[in-house]
């Protein structure tokens, strides 16, 4: 697995969705650190795509999140993976080789996300503080099985200043603002 850096570094955000996002456990936090997150990686020139698990009956992305996609591709699924083809095709594109994984829910979309990327040979990194399941155990349970499929389970600041790499980089006072 090389390390990431924003050359080689894609982020997807699974299914952060109108009508499943009242149901999740702390999901305004979620929301915030993923807009956290997203706002850093645009600084970072990360490029950035989201899915929508069948939107005619969960709707759309939240706006929150949305805001902050700008013209990244949204693809719609009904698989629980988002490594749908439409997903394999933006990343081969840009020849990524690490994914940063966010979303809904952990145990389900997450996970199955997770477990189709390490499958793929693709590194993972899924900051804690950006995935949520309804029932925080399940959550747990599902970070536990990224884990030992070999996904990193990181936090917002730990992705960003990796991704960053140094002091010196451009983009490090705006990133820096953002986690404080």
Do not use: W
């Amino acid at each position: 697995m090389t390390s990431p850096r924003p050359d080689n570094t894609a982020c997807i955000v699974v299914d952060i969705q109108e009508r499943l996002n009242p149901a999740l456990h702390q999901a305004e936090e979620m929301v915030e650190n993923s807009r956290t997150l997203l706002q850093g990686l645009q600084a970072l020139d990360v490029p950035v795509a989201a899915t929508e698990q069948y939107p005619k009956g969960l709707g759309h992305t939240v706006a929150a999140i949305g805001g902050l996609l700008g013209g990244a591709p949204v693809f719609e699924k009904t698989r629980f993976s988002a490594l749908i083809p439409e997903v394999q095709q933006f990343l081969q594109s840009r020849n990524i080789e690490n994914v940063i994984l966010i979303g809904a829910e952990a145990h389900v979309c997450m996970l199955q996300t997770v477990l189709d990327l390490r499958a793929a040979g693709l590194g993972v990194y899924v900051p804690f503080e950006c995935t949520t399941s309804r029932a925080p155990a399940n959550k747990a349970n599902a970070l536990e099985q990224m884990r030992a499929a070999c996904a990193v389970v990181s936090n917002v600041e730990s992705v960003l200043f990796q991704l960053l790499g140094d002091a010196k980089h451009p983009a490090f006072k705006t990133v820096s603002k953002l986690i404080q």
